[in-house]
């Protein structure tokens, strides 16, 4: 069954630590792989994608993810977080015409 | 170019009362998405249309209902509303050739009382 886990629900962070979201999926075939950001009471945002090539991809406000197949997994991180990186962060994974998120992760930074 | 839009941005029903909710894809996007958030059970695929067509569905009884205009516009209509109906409704757009990122509009939040 396709699936998607992020085993973190909350977390919490200090401004200018670092920033890692776990994220792991079950797909059959070769996983179309994504990242958004959720702000209260807003859509989605796409943060970045992973669909072939390089297993390092950079999105857009200073994040990137590391696809690595061997765990299925495919890690959010931010070297420095900013205050307002506080959102709700959803994993995803699709084939041609449908999303399946993970449960997200609630990031809260501290001043 | 401007994003995806959804009306209402907010609605309030009655059990019982049926509704509809609108959505413009970005200009040149052919398929449209939508998809359910609730606090219980995050956030789920309800269906997709390309070309006027339901291309995929997922798992929600037949009062979930769309479709999709000749301009890509997309309508989705919820019959004989229930409680649990209430959810903030996603509509995403995608271009299609070539293309498999989903873009986001800011949702409806529908509350039924």
């Known amino acids: 069954a396709q699936s998607v886990t992020q085993p973190d629900i909350h977390i919490t962070v200090s401004e200018g630590a670092s920033l890692e979201l776990r994220c792991n999926y079950s797909?059959?075939?070769?996983?179309?792989l994504f990242w958004y950001v959720q702000s209260p009471g807003q859509g989605l945002q796409l943060l970045l994608k992973?669909?072939?090539?390089?297993?390092l991809v950079q999105g857009i406000k200073g994040f990137e993810a590391e696809f690595k197949r061997s765990q299925s997994s495919f890690n959010l991180r931010k070297p420095s977080v900013h205050w307002s990186d506080a959102a709700e962060y959803f994993c995803?994974?699709?084939?041609?015409?449908?999303?399946?998120f993970g449960a997200g992760t609630r990031l809260a930074v501290h001043p | 170019k401007a994003g995806v839009t959804q009306t209402p941005r907010y609605l309030i029903k009655t059990r019982g009362q049926q509704v509809t909710l609108s959505c413009s894809p970005i200009?040149?996007?052919?398929?449209v998405s939508w998809y359910q958030q609730t606090p219980g059970q995050g956030l789920q695929f309800l269906f997709e249309?390309?070309?006027?067509?339901?291309?995929n569905k997922g798992n929600f009884p037949g009062r979930f209902s769309g479709r999709q205009f000749s301009n890509s516009r997309s309508e989705m209509n919820v019959s004989t509303l229930e409680l649990g109906d209430s959810a903030l409704y996603l509509c995403?757009?995608?271009?299609?050739?070539?293309?498999?990122?989903?873009?986001f509009g800011p949702g409806t939040r529908l509350t039924v009382t």
């Open positions: 995803a994974v699709g084939g041609y015409n449908k999303l399946i």
């Open positions: 995403a757009s995608r271009r299609v050739e070539g293309s498999y990122e989903q873009y």
């Open positions: 200009s040149g996007h052919r398929s």
């Open positions: 992973y669909f072939s090539g390089d297993t």
């Open positions: 797909y059959g075939a070769t996983p179309y």
């Open positions: 249309y390309f070309s006027e067509t339901q291309r």
